[in-house]
């Protein structure tokens, strides 16, 4: 028990440690481009994929997390 345990905080702080290191290198290049004053180009053209994103989790949260219905089968019809 003892070693799954070690195991499962090991994994643990994998994961922890990647997600900081992920969030140092969106931080290094949000830094790099503020610099350079290409920043709110980056804003501009992410704009419309965050929307996007934003769109489809609202239309999964809708749906109530159903499995195993395909989009077009939704009870309304629609697509």
Excluded: Q
């Excluded at 992410?46 to 994103?53: E, H, S």
């Amino acid at each position: 028990m003892e070693t799954y345990l070690n195991l499962m905080l090991v994994r643990f702080g994998v994961i922890v440690g990647g997600l900081v290191v992920l969030a140092l290198l969106v931080f290094a290049v949000a830094l790099a481009l503020k610099r350079r004053g290409r920043l709110d180009d980056v804003r501009r053209y992410a704009d419309p994929a965050v929307r996007a994103g934003l769109r489809a989790a609202a239309r999964r949260f809708e749906d109530g997390g159903r499995r195993g219905t395909s989009g077009s089968k939704r009870r309304d019809g629609w697509r």
